[in-house]
């Protein structure tokens, strides 16, 4: 029996500190899809036991092995959750993390997830786009530095961090390989994630301020919501330096874990406008079954707001241009993703989440975000 189940079985028959860093080092070293069975029998066994975090953990670590793995999963989806309505300080903290592994790869080439390590350019590239990423939001959060630079950003983060926030930040980078560019397609799609949440609150404010007659709270909200999308943007930057080959070698084991399935993005879509009924009725929202549900029983929608809100001339047009500054900013969202999606995949058209890949993302891409 390997050393970390030793420490596993150790603790579900003895309780104490469970050994967070000992199944850590475990699953960096063979990736999550080839976790050897001892070690996911331990850790079966002491789900028994686990309650909380914990319990979230261990249930994310076991998804390969119960047969529940998507991309909520992969993720670390439920881990991140309770820290979402903190959209800027989890934003740091994820862009951070994701930039103090670049740099310790530089450091240490051999160290976690070996396989293609960057050269030192690349991880300069990195760093500019992610500094870019996080600045507004360190301004807003009153953590912004003369002179910030990666290194500096990172102690700084990690003076501040509470315990929880730590363990969220170690516990939510399960990757499946040992490929070094994993780390950063994780760290990218949690901090779109973090940002789609916030949009759909935004969203969500705008149809209820519309609803009671509130003009200029829908627009605030609107432009919000645009502002943010755009400010997130430079994550296509950082993941568009992820080499071809490291990602074609980990997707080989991310087969059923798709963006398709984020709860947030389609929320985000069916907020702004309810989806006509041949997309509702699809693999995009066959793949989030509560959405479509929620869009079925009648969620309120800003189009649908707009439409029947009793507005002034002067309102009606504000907030109409506060609706097609978000629609702007969700189609240069849909334009950056569809590029990036066919320069990765290739010839290879089909997606994890058995669409048929980019054809799906050309029709998606032309949705109207409002009527
Ligand atoms: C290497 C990079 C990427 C590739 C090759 C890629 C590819 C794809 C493909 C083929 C689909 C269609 C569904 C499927 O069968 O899987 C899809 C959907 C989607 N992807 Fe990506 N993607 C990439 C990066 C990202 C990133 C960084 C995000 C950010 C969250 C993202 C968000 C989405 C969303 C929200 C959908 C669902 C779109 C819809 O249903 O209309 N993707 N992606």
Known sequence: MSAEAVFVRTWTVGGGDFPYQ????????????????????????????????????LDVLL??????????????????????????????????????FELAACDDPA??????????ALVQKRLRHGLRVIRPALDR???????TDARTVWE??????????????RCSILPVDVVHDEYLFIRVLQTFETSFAALVRDLESAAGALTAGNAAAAEEALHHAAALLREVSPMWSVVATMRVEAFRRFRQWTEGAS??????????????RRPDPARLGSAAYENVPEVQALVMTG????DEAYGTARLTLAEHAAVGAAMADFAASVDAWRRTHYRLATRMLGNDTGGTGYTNGTSYLAQAREIPVFK
């Open 156 to 169: 700084m983060v990690d003076s501040k961090m509470s315990d929880d926030q730590r363990l969220m930040l």
């Open 259 to 272: 963006a398709i399935q984020s709860r947030h993005y389609k929320l985000m879509e069916s907020l702004a």
């Open 111 to 120: 160290g976690p997830l070996p396989v293609m390590p960057p050269d030192d």
């Open 141 to 147: 959060l009153g953590w912004a530095m003369p002179d």
């Open 63 to 100: 998804d390969k092995r119960d047969g529940t793995y998507d991309y909520r999963s992969y993720l670390a989806l439920p881990l991140l959750t309770p820290h979402f309505p903190d959209r800027d300080t989890l934003t740091v903290l994820l862009v951070a993390d994701l930039m103090r």
């Open 22 to 57: 000992a199944v850590l080092t475990a699953y960096r070293r063979w990736g999550k899809a080839l976790v050897p069975d001892g070690l996911l029998d331990a850790l079966c066994e002491a789900r028994s036991q686990a309650t909380g975090t914990l319990l979230s953990f």
């Open 299 to 302: 969620l309120p929608s800003v």
